[in-house]
């Protein structure tokens, strides 16, 4: 199917593990954004990438890494999770970084 | 850096009232200017956009008017509807850095 898709929707983790959260767009856009929601904060960028190869710290980078090796995907990793990463994490991409983006269902994360 | 200031919620309306919700914004380039919505469960869609001073935005009855000299980017329906329930963001995208950078969300509940 055409769109943006994010994998798992739903995840639960314990403290101190690695986990990947993979996103995935058929569209071939340029760029490709990571969001983590948390109330009272709305979105927060976390990372972004405006072409494969090409990845730029947000707002709250750490713990986080990103690789971009193909167009379509953008996976997020949490090297280590902690219980402050308990979050939604949404992935977005967009054509130029000042067009319309376009946003995945979300990924439900709790760190135990 | 820039930032999005948006008002705080929970905003909560009875059907047809009329919907007013501030958006300022600090940014240090020509940025353009979004409202997102997010449905309960779902992911941000685009409502409107605006790229560039005294633009206006419009889209299911919403409409938003880039001010430069003011800074805003407000939000208003003439007529809401309970289906008009949801988190409300504004946001900006920064001609130098692409960045999107969101306001922290507002929540509209509208009772019948």
């Known amino acids: 199917d055409a769109g943006i898709t994010q994998s798992p929707r739903y995840k639960i983790t314990e403290t101190g593990r690695q986990v990947t959260l993979m996103c995935h767009q058929t569209?071939?856009?340029?760029?490709m954004f990571w969001y983590r929601q948390d109330l009272g904060h709305g979105l927060r960028l976390i990372y972004y990438?405006?072409?494969?190869?090409?990845?730029d710290k947000g707002e709250v980078p750490d713990g986080y890494v990103v690789s971009r090796s193909k167009t379509e995907n953008f996976p997020l990793t949490l090297e280590s999770a902690t219980r402050s990463q308990t979050s939604v994490y949404f992935c977005?991409?967009?054509?130029?970084?000042?067009?319309?983006?376009?946003f995945g269902q979300g990924t439900r994360l709790t760190v135990v | 850096g820039n930032s999005v200031t948006q008002m705080e919620g929970p905003v909560t309306l009875s059907e047809e009232a009329f919907l007013t919700i501030n958006c300022t914004y600090t940014?240090?380039?020509?940025?353009?200017l979004f409202w997102y919505v997010q449905y309960p469960g779902e992911g941000l869609q685009l409502l409107l956009k605006?790229?560039?001073?005294?633009d206006k935005g419009s889209n299911k009855g919403f409409e938003a008017t880039y001010r430069k000299e003011t800074t805003s980017f407000h939000l208003e329906k003439g007529s809401v509807q309970v289906s008009d329930s949801a988190v409300y963001f504004c946001?900006?995208?920064?001609?130098?850095?692409?960045?999107?950078?969101f306001g922290a969300g507002t929540t509209v509940t509208v009772r019948a």
């Open positions: 605006a790229t560039k001073a005294d």
């Open positions: 990438s405006a072409a494969a190869d090409i990845t």
């Open positions: 569209w071939s856009h340029s760029y």
């Open positions: 946001a900006l995208s920064d001609s130098d850095d692409y960045k999107l950078s």
């Open positions: 977005a991409s967009s054509v130029q970084g000042n067009t319309e983006a376009f």
């Open positions: 940014a240090t380039g020509y940025p353009s």
